[in-house]
């Protein structure tokens, strides 16, 4: 079946570095999305990327969708502590019906030592 | 801004007993998600509703789990007779329009079956 997979599982970052998540799917994506989950919380929707070779940016945050729709990477530069949490891409997923479901990634869990 | 609330937040239940976990979700809007996070991994989708029925469903969402919307603004998640593995964090989300919208999560509810 259709799948997302994420890489890397963990990364530890020194504050001030930088972190690199990427995400690559099965299949062609119609979208993708990025979530935040911090420890203990919920999945809170980031960004919402749809066309082929975008980039959008939000503050140190920079979300890129490849060409094929089938990959896409979060880059924060300069961490902060309050970066912590787990990051989630996730592409619109198909079940045999004609409305799309959100099939995640693993995730990528960052932690920042001050 | 409007949220997506949960109830309860923390269940906890014997094998084999019938739990039911509570959503309302925002008021405008149409498609619902129930997702969820086995501990320490990723985020699962299980059954999408809209218009009153079921439009998507996971294989994941068998016949011991259904879904309703009894009162117009509830929507419940059952599962009738509850397994160890049932144990999760189970996360309501919901959409404006499709799942290529913003999905917004509720906070989510604890489940432990012992």
């Known amino acids: 079946g259709q799948q997302v997979m994420q890489i890397p599982q963990y990364q530890h970052v020194q504050e001030g570095e930088d972190f690199t998540t990427y995400c690559n799917s099965s299949t062609t994506l119609s979208n993708i999305q990025w979530y935040k989950q911090r420890p203990g919380g919920h999945p809170v929707f980031l960004i919402q990327l749809v066309k082929s070779g975008e980039v959008k940016k939000q503050k140190r945050l920079t979300f890129q969708f490849g060409e094929a729709k089938k990959n896409s990477s979060l880059h924060i530069t300069a961490t902060q502590t309050t970066d912590v949490g787990t990051y989630f891409c996730?592409?619109?997923?198909?079940?045999?019906?004609?409305?799309?479901?959100?099939?995640f990634g693993k995730g990528t869990k960052l932690s920042v030592k001050p | 801004e409007p949220e997506v609330t949960q109830t309860p937040s923390h269940q906890v239940t014997q094998m084999g007993q019938e739990v039911i976990l509570r959503c309302v979700p925002i008021?405008?809007?149409?498609?619902f998600y129930w997702y969820r996070q086995i501990l320490g991994q990723k985020v699962e989708f299980l059954v999408s509703f809209y218009n009153n029925e079921i439009s998507e469903k996971s294989e994941i969402f068998d016949d011991q789990f259904s879904v309703e919307r009894p009162d117009g603004s509830n929507f419940t998640l059952k599962i009738r007779s509850t397994k160890l593995e049932d144990s999760a964090m189970y996360f309501c989300a919901t959409t404006k329009w499709t799942a290529s919208d913003t999905q917004y999560f509720g906070p989510g509810t604890r489940l432990t079956v012992l």
């Open positions: 996730a592409g619109e997923g198909r079940y045999g019906g004609s409305q799309g479901n959100l099939i």
């Open positions: 008021s405008n809007h149409l498609y």
